[in-house]
């Protein structure tokens, strides 16, 4: 059986309260779904996986992908997407190897998210217009979103055999669909 979308927001939330966390899962989903549709793999399943990454994070830091086969297991999650999420984390808290491509995907666009978030947040317009150029400019200056790990989005575009320019706009499109639900839309007014 398939988890659905209902589950896995349910089950987010049970252990996830902060806001910031949960646009960064939207966030991730939303790249996710986009990157899915690109590539003719499945949306739904993707999102879901891109969804619930971090489902560990806020109430198990220091056992982050660890604690997660244990919590997704409560909604009978299939090893598929139980691996995806551990592999995430990979060479930084777990040595779960990202094998598959959607693996991959979201091992390269999690931290991505975040550079992009906050450039959006600089930016009066937000993610309205904003472009694969404004984003590398922010990525070269290392004090700009300095927790954000360049070398893992780095290490995922060579992974995915993927040029870095690409996937910054897959990103951009995935999370610009859902701006407005993110905050990152400016306001008419």
Known sequence: MAVTREQ???LFKKYNKSESLYHHALSV??????????????????GIVGFLHDI???????EHCHKAPELLKEIDAPEELIHAVCSHGYGLVTD????????????????????ITAT????????????VKSIKKKWK????AAGVNREV???GAEMLGMDISDIIQLSIDGMTRIAPELGLWPSEG
């Not at 200056?141 to 700009?144: L, M, P, R, T």
């Open 8 to 10: 896995a927001v349910e």
């Open 29 to 46: 989903e939303a790249v996710m779904r986009e990157a899915a549709q690109k590539y003719g793999e499945d949306p739904d399943f993707w």
């Open 56 to 62: 560990d994070w806020e109430e198990f830091p220091s």
């Open 96 to 115: 779960v190897k990202p094998e598959k491509m959607m693996e991959k995907m979201l091992f390269t666009i999690d931290e991505l998210t975040g550079l």
């Open 120 to 131: 959006a947040l600089m930016r009066p317009e937000k993610m309205k217009g904003i472009s």
């Open 141 to 144: 200056d290392k004090s700009f």
């Open 153 to 155: 989005i780095t290490q």
